[in-house]
Nanobody, 118 residues
Framework: QVNLVESGGDSVQPGGSLTLSCAVS?????VGWVRQAPGKEREPVAI???????KYEDSVKGRFTISRTNARNTLFLQMNNLKPEDTATYYC???????????????WGQGTQVTVSS
């Protein structure tokens, strides 16, 4: 059984930085982050495989970095140069395969809120 618990959501100003964390149990191979803005569908943001390969959604490339501890029990999302359009609930997710698509998610965390506003 996979269990995912996020933390680190906060309110920040545009241009600021924030790091999200996710406590991971159950040894899923590929894990990542999915976000959902108000009134919009869930959007995959980033994914990391068991051997460290990564993929990013185009709008966050160069600004966000996904990583995990060697023990694979904690997942991180370092977010830099945050923009108002990054405002969303961010979910930690386990994927059935290394595919950056919500259709491949089989476990979800409860979500943590990120608000980017001046």
């Amino acid at each position: 059984q996979v269990n995912l618990v996020e933390s680190g959501g906060d309110s920040v100003q545009p241009g600021g930085s924030l790091t999200l964390s996710c406590a991971v149990s159950g040894w899923p191979d590929s894990v990542g982050w999915v976000r959902q803005a108000p009134g919009k569908e869930r959007e995959p943001v980033a994914i990391i495989s068991a051997d460290g390969l990564t993929k990013y959604e185009d709008s966050v490339k160069g600004r966000f970095t996904i990583s995990r501890t060697n023990a694979r029990n904690t997942l991180f999302l370092q977010m830099n140069n945050l923009k108002p359009e990054d405002t969303a609930t961010y979910y930690c997710a386990a994927f059935r395969a290394f595919v950056l698509s919500t259709g491949w998610v089989n476990y979800w965390g409860q979500g943590t809120q990120v608000t980017v506003s001046s």
